[in-house]
């Protein structure tokens, strides 16, 4: 129903054969739409628009109008409903988990706390009912949160025997060795990505020892590149690796990987000689 321009205000005009046409148009698209599912919303406003159709079948327009305006309320009100729907998926969705299960780093921040911990009880005097309750707390956290932290890495590895060699040590009530292999616990926690070497320099081959330190390194590292990160050696030394035999410099394999934990004797020359 068009306004006419030249009637006067409110007065209503038949629609031409064009605007019939168009409006047939949406009432047989909007009837398909809504006439879909079983919502009720939707079959309210069906029924609205096919009475719409009806009345201006017969040019009853004013008739029609009101069908579409009760179509629309229909509608409208279904689109609230959706609208709170939506706001109450989108608050239960937040409080879902985002995955079942722990994180590797909330299980790794679980065994640095418990390195810490463990630090902590064995500051105090070592009885047989606390290094025993102490040794189930140790093997508790490596097989269960040491296995599941991050496999693969060489950290962990390492830090699963430094826990098997506490628990030998809290058996046997020994304090010290106890602190010794949570400190070294710690520290592989703390380098779970890298690797550890052993580095011992002697001053001469029956076994005088100058120095001992520890090494840690990305995987992938050759041995000529951990020898330029030890200082106050000679520019190529003879060197042992594992124990095997003092090998001279240019004998070495230079360029192979090193493995985790690698021992490496390195042997200072006489003194006065460089």
Do not use: C
């Not at 009475?51 to 609230?80: C, F, K, N, P, W």
């Not at 269960?144 to 809290?170: M, V």
Request: positive net charge; proline residues 5%.
């Amino acid at each position: 129903v068009l306004a006419s321009a030249g009637a006067p205000e409110g007065a209503k005009l038949p629609m031409t054969d064009m605007e019939n046409a168009a409006f047939s148009t949406f009432l047989t698209q909007s009837q398909a739409w809504t006439s879909r599912g079983f919502v009720r919303g939707k079959q309210e406003a069906a029924e609205k628009l096919a009475a719409a159709a009806e009345a201006a079948q017969i040019g009853s327009y004013d008739v029609a109008a009101a069908r579409l305006d009760a179509a629309r309320e229909a509608l409208e009100a279904r689109a609230a409903q959706l609208e709170r729907m939506r706001a109450a998926i989108v608050t239960r969705a937040a409080a879902v988990p985002q995955s079942f299960g722990v994180s590797a780093d909330a299980r790794h921040a679980a065994l640095v706390e418990a390195g810490a911990r463990w630090q902590r009880m064995l500051r105090r005097p070592l009885d047989a009912a606390r290094a025993s309750d102490m040794a189930a707390e140790v093997r508790n956290h490596r097989a269960e949160y040491l296995a599941a932290a991050e496999p693969g890495l060489p950290g962990y590895t390492r830090a699963a025997k430094d826990l098997l060699a506490l628990e030998k040590a809290l058996g046997e009530q020994d304090k010290a060795k106890a602190r010794a292999w949570v400190a070294r616990f710690s520290e592989d926690l703390v380098h779970r990505r890298s690797l550890r070497f052993a580095i011992v320099i002697h001053q001469d081959k029956e076994g005088g020892t100058v120095r001992r330190a520890e090494r840690f390194a990305l995987p992938g590292t050759t041995l000529k590149t951990l020898l330029k990160r030890v200082g106050g050696i000679p520019e190529k030394p003879e060197v042992r690796v594992n124990g095997g035999p003092w090998t001279p410099y240019a004998g070495l394999d230079l360029r192979g990987k090193l493995a985790d934990e690698t021992l490496v004797e390195i042997l200072l020359p006489p003194t006065g000689v460089r």
